[in-house]
């Protein structure tokens, strides 16, 4: 079965660094989104994209907060100055069609550790 | 953010026997439901999907029930087996792909 793939599976970063987190979508999906789950609560939603645009965005995705489709089959998240409460599990999902109880798919996860 | 609950944060049953997660919401607007399992070290995975406008939707082992007079729906596994053992998430969506997804409750279920 088709699967999203992130990378990195874990990312060290000191407070006010920059870092970039790397999904690669099923290859037939147009529907993007990032979620993610800090330890002991609830996963969240970030951001949805699709079109080359953000369709939706949480509060929690202020202007430290990116995403881009740099290329065909990349879609990517970036923190610009990382502050100890990012600390959490990040994950990409991405599905064909959008509402209606369309599944998501997710990936793995990557654990970013902000210290 | 309460719009979705899950209040028993584990459940151990017996394998062969039936597990009932249980999931409450407050927002009427919710169009569907899902619900997620996931393993340790891996994403979540969609199990079985309801519309607001149903009360049951059936998938082999895994039936989901939905009162919306309750505003409270249930995931069936039956039977259950130990390889169901994981955490079990439930989600809602209002109109788009936006979930908002429960706390989870973490199901064990022992040979």
């Known amino acids: 079965e088709p699967e999203v793939t992130q990378t990195p599976s874990h990312q060290v970063t000191q407070m006010g660094q920059e870092v970039i987190l790397r999904c690669v979508p099923i290859s037939n999906h147009l529907y993007f989104y990032w979620y993610r789950q800090i330890l002991g609560q609830k996963v969240e939603f970030l951001v949805s994209f699709y079109n080359n645009e953000i369709s939706e965005k949480s509060e929690i995705f202020d202007d430290q907060f990116s995403v881009e489709r740099p290329d065909g089959s990349n879609f990517t998240l970036k923190i610009r100055s990382t502050k100890l409460e990012d600390s959490a599990m990040y994950f990409c999902?991405?599905?064909?069609?959008?509402?209606?109880?369309?599944?998501?798919?997710f990936g793995s996860g990557t654990q970013l550790s902000v210290l | 953010d309460q719009q979705v609950k899950q209040n028993s944060p584990s459940l151990s049953v017996q394998e062969g026997r039936i597990s009932i997660l249980n999931c409450d919401y407050t927002n009427s607007m919710f169009d569907y439901f899902l619900w997620y399992k996931k393993y340790p070290a891996e994403g979540p995975t969609f199990l079985i999907s309801i519309s607001s406008i149903k009360d049951k939707n059936e998938d082999g082992r895994f039936t989901v029930f939905l009162n919306k007079s309750a505003k409270h729906l249930s995931l069936h596994i039956v039977p259950s087996q130990p390889g169901d053992s994981a955490v079990y998430f439930c989600a809602a969506s209002v109109q788009g792909g936006k979930l908002i997804f429960g706390q989870g409750t973490e199901l064990s279920v022992k040979p």
């Open positions: 999902a991405s599905s064909e069609f959008q509402g209606r109880g369309e599944k998501l798919f």
